[in-house]
């Protein structure tokens, strides 16, 4: 990933990525999938993506930002996907 041509490090957090069940080919196991999918829906939010901004890039936060969906800390930008029903 590049920020202003610049490489930058970041981690991307999924909490449906390593979604299993115990038995896959059992149709039964459909009330255990879904209790999985309840729970990491809960415990994340929607996913995470964390950037580290390069010390040769300046920031400037322009005020279109929501709460909630980004924030800075140090020198690095977290970005939360947010769903609205």
């Known amino acids: 990933m590049t920020v202003a041509s610049h490489r930058a490090e970041f981690v991307q957090y999924d909490p449906l990525a ?4 115990s ?5 039964h196991a459909h009330p255990e999938l879904k209790r999985k999918l309840y729970s990491a829906l809960a415990e994340a939010d929607e996913g995470e ?10 920031l400037k936060v322009s005020g279109n930002l929501h709460a909630g969906i980004a924030a800075s800390e140090g020198n690095s930008l977290r970005l939360r996907r947010q769903n609205h029903h």
């Open 49 to 58: 993506l964390s950037i580290a901004i390069p010390k040769d890039v300046a």
């Open 23 to 27: 038995n896959p080919q059992d149709v």
């Open 18 to 21: 390593n979604l299993a069940i």
